[in-house]
């Protein structure tokens, strides 16, 4: 976790916070540029501070929750598994030639590991920058955002068994806003 950019935040609080589509706090993040992760934070539509650099993923993993297994289903764990698979939709929502292949491959680089290079796949680099901020605020240890990916990466082969090529990205573009 990042308390600095935590603290950030929380004085900004009086409405809903958003990072792309996804509600976060009191204040809206603006991603500034992707790949150092240098973000800003905006207050009613304008710039409420200096730009903020996020931390390395490395460098944001925590002690984790309380719970023994990482589950979809517990709201702890939520935020995790929306984080990495809102980067999957969007992606194939702004690229519909992308196939659960894609994804698949994507989320095989960060489960090896999460907080490595991956400047050269544009969906892992998405995913962790999701992460990053996630992480930024949530505590998860590395240990369950693996559990997760690998939750994840069970739900493509068992979509794409099922549903085809785009199985898994059909699904998720259905049921997530």
């Not at 990482?70 to 939520?78: E, G, H, S, T, Y």
């Not at 994804?103 to 680099?125: E, F, K, R, S």
Request: hydrophobic share 40%.
């Amino acid at each position: 976790m990042d308390a600095t950019l935590k603290n950030l935040i929380d004085a900004n609080l009086d409405g809903t916070c958003s990072e792309g589509d996804a509600e976060i706090s009191g204040c809206e993040l603006k991603v500034i540029d992707a790949a150092s992760g240098k973000i800003e934070l905006l207050h009613d539509g304008s710039a409420s501070g200096p730009h903020y650099t996020l931390k390395s993923l490395g460098e944001l993993f925590g002690g984790g929750t309380p719970s023994e297994h990482v589950d979809p289903q517990k709201l702890a764990f939520l935020p995790l598994f929306l984080a990495i698979e809102e980067a999957i939709v969007t992606s194939y929502r702004v690229n519909t030639n992308m196939a659960d292949a894609d994804a698949t491959i994507a989320l095989d680089l960060l489960n090896t590991d999460p907080a490595g290079d991956v400047c050269h796949n544009p969906l892992a680099h998405d995913v962790q920058l999701r992460l990053r901020l996630l992480l930024s605020i949530e505590n998860y240890s590395r240990q369950e955002v693996r559990q997760a990916i690998r939750k994840i990466l069970k739900s493509i082969h068992r979509h794409t068994s099922q549903g085809g090529r785009w199985g898994y990205l059909e699904f998720i573009d259905e049921y997530l806003p």
